[in-house]
């Protein structure tokens, strides 16, 4: 889990810069590799300057930070 707060970025890893930012990350032991052994597909940035490496579409990552910002936005006296 990832605090949506924290998210600086949200990147597709086929670029060669993502790709120059996760081995310089790895280099000085930024890199949270969080994909089982599968395929990297999205890269998440936090503001703390930590890479994030994640086997889940950076759409569905997408998708579900605006749906957690939806949920803040939510009236604090409201009952559900």
Request: proline share 4%; with cysteine; aromatic share 0%.
């Amino acid at each position: 889990m990832v605090a949506a707060d924290r998210v600086v970025a949200l990147a597709n890893p086929d670029s060669a810069p993502i790709k120059r930012l996760i081995q310089d990350s790895k280099d000085d032991g930024r890199a949270i590799d969080v994909t089982c052994g599968r395929r990297t597909r999205a890269v998440i940035i936090t503001d703390s300057e930590h890479v994030i490496l994640s086997a889940i579409q950076t759409e569905t990552i997408a998708n579900r930070l605006d749906n957690s910002a939806d949920d803040m936005e939510m009236d604090p006296e409201e009952e559900l």
